[in-house]
């Protein structure tokens, strides 16, 4: 397999990275970088010892059998279609794209060319949430009732995208795959004080079918330095999950119990369990490689980034109308999707 990376800035220049990782260990047998960056370009290609192109047009024409697409969110759309008309599989980093008709009409081309298409969902392969999703599978933390999560942090917001697409998307994916199903409605505020137009902070509430999940994100707070965390409530168990600390799940045997009419705080203490800690990134290439291959199913397919991608927009309706909106059925295209795509 002959593996592309296109857009070689900070996050693309990790993906460079481990698909040089891989070629030198076998799993793949060459690696091509594109950029428009000629500079940047040389400088990966010299460091990893790899072909480069500027342009992600010529990489069908060079044998490239599939691709990372970690370009901004805006060119998502176009560099995805053209290469899956040309027989290329795709992964493409978050968010699929800007648009519900825009991601679907990516998913919509894979199913068309019978390609592969993954989305850069990376924290389904957290190790410390992939973990924590087996025991909810397993129903240690009983019924799920209440999600939180808060992404927080001090720095100028983006000039491209906002807090909600650069950051909510994660969340809303992660509420999504540890409860395995969408919310009903959703309610969202947007503040953009600093650079108007660009949301600096985004609060959501998802409201499911008996749970809750509210999503705290932020470039504008000082206090933590940078905080990543979730916590996960069920009838039996909560569960807190440092995102920092990759492969740590704590579980708190802690639970309101009704005996004699009398409710009591049932707490019998902490348990700290320790995953396997392997790179997020790298198992999400691998899981990518191998469904290209036909060996594998991936965990984050093309129709999880453009389910996402619609929630945003709810979201976002939300925030302009100031209500809540009913979130409404799937987009349409799904129930056409093939196994591969989906």
Request: hydrophobic residues 35%; aromatic residues 4%.
């Given at each position: 397999m002959k593996y592309g990376v296109i857009g070689t800035g900070y996050w693309g220049s990790n993906h460079a990275r481990v698909a040089s990782e891989l070629a030198a260990e076998g799993a793949i047998d060459d690696v091509v970088l594109c950029d428009v960056d000629e500079r940047r370009l040389a400088e990966l290609c010299e460091s990893y010892g790899v072909e480069g192109v500027t342009d992600y047009e010529r990489l069908p024409e060079i044998g490239v059998d599939a691709a990372t697409i970690s370009t901004p969110s805006p060119t998502h759309h176009e560099i995805a279609?053209?290469?899956?008309?040309?027989?290329?599989?795709?992964?493409?980093?978050?968010?699929?794209?800007?648009?519900?008709d825009d991601a679907w009409s990516i998913v919509e081309t894979a199913r068309?060319?019978?390609r592969t298409l993954a989305v850069g969902h990376i924290f389904r392969h957290h190790p410390a949430l992939v973990d924590l999703r087996d025991r909810i599978d397993r129903g240690e933390l009983g019924r799920l009732k209440y999600l939180t999560t808060s992404r927080f942090s001090f720095r100028a917001p983006r000039e491209t995208t906002g807090a909600l697409y650069s950051l909510g998307v994660h969340d809303v994916d992660v509420s999504n795959y540890l409860l395995g199903?969408?919310?009903?409605?959703?309610?969202?505020?947007?503040?953009?004080?600093?650079?108007?137009?660009?949301?600096?902070?985004?609060?959501?509430?998802?409201?499911?079918?008996?749970?809750?999940?509210?999503?705290?994100e932020s470039w504008q707070v000082p206090v933590?330095?940078?905080?990543?965390?979730?916590?996960?409530?069920?009838t039996e168990k909560a569960a807190y999950v440092d995102y920092l600390d990759d492969n740590v799940v704590e579980l708190y045997d802690s639970r309101v119990t009704e005996r004699g009419g009398e409710l009591r705080v049932r707490d019998e203490?902490?348990?700290?369990?320790?995953?396997?800690?392997?790179?997020?990134?790298r198992a999400e290439i691998e899981d990518f490689v191998a469904a290209s291959r036909g060996d594998g199913t991936l965990r984050a397919p093309g129709r999880v980034g453009a389910r996402a991608v619609e929630l945003l927009e709810h979201a976002t309706r939300s925030a302009e109308e100031h209500t809540v909106v009913s979130v409404g059925e799937r987009g349409a295209r799904t129930d056409a999707m093939t196994p591969r795509n989906r």
């Open positions: 279609t053209t290469l899956l008309e040309r027989g290329v599989d795709v992964i493409v980093e978050k968010p699929l794209a800007l648009d519900g068309e060319h019978d199903r969408d919310p009903e409605r959703i309610y969202c505020s947007l503040d953009d004080a600093v650079r108007e137009g660009i949301d600096e902070t985004a609060t959501l509430v998802m409201e499911y079918d008996g749970a809750t999940s509210v999503i705290n933590f330095g940078k905080r990543r965390d979730l916590v996960v409530v069920g203490g902490k348990q700290v369990h320790t995953a396997p800690n392997d790179e997020p990134l």
